[in-house]
């Protein structure tokens, strides 16, 4: 993720997501089943490379097209042995990478898209970030990624460290599933250990029908299975 005005880039963490449904990377696609950050594979001076031979020549081909972009920039990326190669860009804000990296952030947030809207992204003081890590773990309805079951009554869900996604009340108040990804639970602890005990404590004390999670968000990142591909 990158704040851009004009010519102008500022990288937030890396986050790495999780779009496979099942553990081990099994399973159809979805929209994103977990994430976590930062990365402790990723080489030093990674992002300094994605910002200067990635996001800023594209920021810099919207200005001289005279369509400057103003906004959150998103680069999908693969690290390849031949470096870091794109997969898609959006203009937002990616899900569940966000709720890992923003869990980090110190800076006001609402001062930094302030200082992007109002063109002086320049003048804005580095970001200040939080030691440690992150994780997100997405609870999900059942047969969710294909037309998932909705309004199945959900319990556990008023502790801190839950974001609603997919939520709704029935026609006795009570919280219930709407949508396919029902919930996003957020760890935050020294390290990458720490942070997903944390998530997977919190969710552990949720419950809702049919609901099902990757228990291994972040998992071979701590144990050392991740490696970028050398040339």
Same mark, same amino acid.
């Given at each position: 993720f990158c704040l851009v005005d004009g010519e102008t880039v500022v990288p937030l963490l890396p986050a790495q997501d999780h779009k496979r449904v099942g553990d081990g990377d099994r399973g159809p696609n979805t929209g994103g089943m977990g994430a976590y950050t930062p990365l402790p594979w990723l080489d030093d001076g990674a992002v300094d490379q994605i910002v200067d031979e990635i996001v800023a020549p594209v920021a810099k081909e919207m200005v001289a097209r005279g369509t400057a972009f103003s906004g959150l920039l998103y680069a999908g990326?693969?690290?390849?042995?031949?470096?870091?190669?794109?997969? &898609?860009?959006?203009?937002?804000? *990616? %899900?569940?990478?966000?709720?890992?990296?923003?869990?980090?952030?110190? @800076?006001?947030?609402? &001062?930094?898209?302030? =200082?992007?809207? =109002?063109g002086t992204l320049a003048d804005l003081p580095p970001l200040k970030w939080r030691d440690g890590a992150a994780?997100?773990?997405?609870? =999900?309805? &059942?047969?969710?990624? =294909?037309?998932?079951?909705? /309004? %199945?009554?959900?319990?556990?869900? @008023?502790? %801190?460290?839950?974001?609603?996604?997919?939520?709704?009340?029935?026609?006795?108040?009570?919280?219930?599933?709407? /949508? *396919?990804?029902? #919930?996003?639970?957020? *760890?935050? *602890?020294? %390290? #990458?250990?720490e942070a997903r005990t944390q998530a997977y404590d919190i969710l552990g004390r949720v419950r809702m029908r049919g609901g099902h999670f990757r228990t291994d968000i972040g998992q071979a990142a701590l144990e050392g299975r991740i490696e970028v591909p050398k040339a």
């Open positions: 990326l693969a690290m390849t042995s031949e470096g870091p190669s794109v997969v &898609e860009f959006n203009c937002r804000f *990616g %899900d569940p990478e966000t709720q890992a990296v923003l869990a980090l952030l110190e @800076s006001p947030l609402g &001062e930094a898209l302030s =200082a992007v809207a =109002a994780v997100t773990v997405v609870l =999900a309805a &059942e047969n969710y990624p =294909a037309t998932p079951r909705k /309004g %199945d009554l959900i319990t556990g869900a @008023s502790q %801190d460290g839950l974001l609603h996604a997919g939520t709704g009340r029935n026609e006795d108040g009570e919280l219930v599933s709407a /949508g *396919g990804r029902v #919930l996003s639970v957020v *760890g935050v *602890g020294a %390290d #990458l250990r």
